[in-house]
């Protein structure tokens, strides 16, 4: 049984050099809130109000997603629709077809 070749430089062996792998870090970004309408009445306007406020407050996220049961308590059902992207919260109103806001990861 013949001993391992040294190696010759960081990760190189036997004429082969291994790249090592990079340390993964959490990305984490801050959320950003568009309001795409105005708000129908007083009640409207002071959750969205209150919206923009959590969405200020919140700390840099690994996924905005995760202010989702939150947005749901401020909006709740019937009235309200929210749901979740890929990387985003949208906001509807239950019979408006148009979005009233989204969340978005601002990278």
């Not at 568009?34 to 200020?56: K, Y």
């Not at 840099?60 to 019937?78: G, K, M, N, Y």
Request: glycine share 6%; charged share 20%; hydrophobic share 45%.
């Amino acid at each position: 049984m013949q001993p391992a070749p040294a190696p010759t430089r960081a990760g190189a062996v036997a004429g082969h050099y291994v790249t090592p792998m990079p340390q993964i870090l959490p990305v984490t970004t801050l959320p950003r809130l568009a309001v795409e309408q105005t708000p129908l009445d007083a009640a409207e306007a002071d959750r969205l109000a209150r919206l923009g406020q959590l969405i200020e407050e919140a700390a840099p996220l690994p996924d905005v997603r995760s202010l989702a049961p939150a947005i749901r308590e401020l909006f709740p059902t019937p009235a309200y629709q929210v749901g979740c992207g890929g990387a985003h919260i949208w906001l509807h109103r239950t019979d408006d077809p148009s979005r009233l806001a989204i969340i978005l990861e601002d990278r």
